[in-house]
């Protein structure tokens, strides 16, 4: 199997995280994993050292970020979030790769989603919860949107359609339309090109707050029984003392494997400590 991680120096410890969950869970296979990132190659060091305990192959994959300066960028998201659109490009030994992202935990076997038949698509994905959300750019409100943090790549077809260059360009003229960042450009691209896969391949977070799943309670038996990759989609998150996911504890199981096992929650304080105690008290999770 062919995996794909992106990051950068920010993202060093969850992607640690989301690497042992995936590997632990997945001992019986050969994996390969890319790691595309413009970081520091030291940075690194720990992460390559999984290469002796499982059976796998990371690979540290070096970004020039001079093809994708002047993307739109925020506070929060650096130019890190459109390395993913230059795979075709900096991966030409590859047909194929499952995308992962760094803030969730697989927790089984995804051979069965690493083989799914996904046709002549760019990509195959999971709707994203909230599609209808996002009307700034012009895809067709009749069509889904999906998450793109997980995604099965077809890169013969990026390469056949000269994909890359059509991201860039898109990613590039409409930039101050952009909602979502390089989720939106994937979603434009790809309308009507992608394939629906199984909501239990990407379990946003949204899936497990209690009044969704009590109004769409398929989906929500889903999320609780059947998840094999749960993904941290909200801004709060698992890494964060406020986060009350119930699922928050799997991040944690797999951290404990890391060098970072002795992590403290940056926003940790005795007014968090007390604000999540009175919101316990009061019954007011949102899980």
């Given at each position: 199997m062919n995996i794909v991680f992106t990051t950068d120096e920010n993202y060093i410890q969850h992607l640690n995280v989301a690497l042992i969950s995936l590997l632990s869970n997945n001992e019986k296979h050969q994996i390969s994993v890319f790691i595309l990132s413009a970081a520091s190659g030291e940075l690194f060091d720990d992460i390559l050292r999984l290469n002796d305990t499982y059976s796998c192959n990371i690979k540290i994959v070096k970004i020039e970020e001079s093809q994708i300066e002047g993307l739109k960028?925020?506070?929060?998201?650096?130019?890190?979030?459109?390395?993913?659109?230059?795979?075709?490009?900096?991966?030409?030994?590859?047909?194929?790769?499952?995308?992962?992202?760094?803030?969730?935990?697989?927790?089984?076997?995804?051979?069965?989603?690493?083989?799914?038949?996904?046709?002549?698509?760019?990509?195959?994905?999971?709707?994203?919860?909230?599609?209808?959300?996002?009307?700034?750019?012009?895809?067709?409100?009749?069509?889904?949107?999906?998450?793109?943090?997980?995604?099965?790549?077809?890169?013969?077809?990026?390469?056949?359609?000269n994909i890359q260059y059509r991201l860039l360009e898109y990613a590039s003229a409409r930039g101050d339309d952009l909602l979502y960042w390089d989720?939106?450009?994937?979603?434009?691209?790809?309308?009507?090109?992608?394939?629906?896969?199984?909501?239990?391949?990407?379990?946003?977070?949204?899936?497990?707050?209690?009044?969704?799943?009590?109004?769409?309670?398929?989906?929500?038996?889903?999320?609780?029984?059947?998840?094999?990759?749960?993904?941290?989609?909200?801004?709060?998150?698992?890494?964060?003392?406020?986060?009350?996911?119930?699922?928050?504890?799997?991040?944690?199981?797999?951290?404990?494997?890391t060098n970072f096992n002795r992590y403290i929650p940056a926003d940790r304080s005795l007014i968090t400590i007390v604000k999540k105690i009175f919101k316990i008290i009061l019954n007011k999770p949102t899980y």
């Open positions: 960028i925020s506070s929060h998201i650096t130019l890190g979030a459109y390395y993913r659109l230059l795979l075709s490009q900096v991966l030409p030994e590859i047909d194929k790769a499952l995308y992962l992202d760094c803030d969730l935990v697989v927790q089984s076997d995804i051979s069965e989603l690493y083989e799914t038949n996904i046709d002549d698509n760019y990509v195959g994905a999971v709707p994203d919860y909230f599609f209808h959300e996002y009307v700034e750019v012009d895809i067709n409100p009749e069509n889904q949107y999906f998450n793109s943090g997980v995604m099965l790549i077809n890169l013969i077809k990026w390469r056949q359609d989720q939106d450009v994937l979603n434009k691209i790809f309308e009507g090109s992608w394939k629906e896969l199984e909501w239990k391949w990407n379990c946003q977070t949204d899936l497990f707050h209690k009044k969704k799943r009590e109004s769409n309670k398929s989906l929500g038996a889903v999320a609780m029984t059947d998840a094999v990759i749960i993904h941290f989609t909200n801004k709060t998150k698992p890494w964060h003392y406020r986060s009350m996911h119930p699922m928050k504890k799997e991040y944690y199981k797999y951290l404990k494997k």
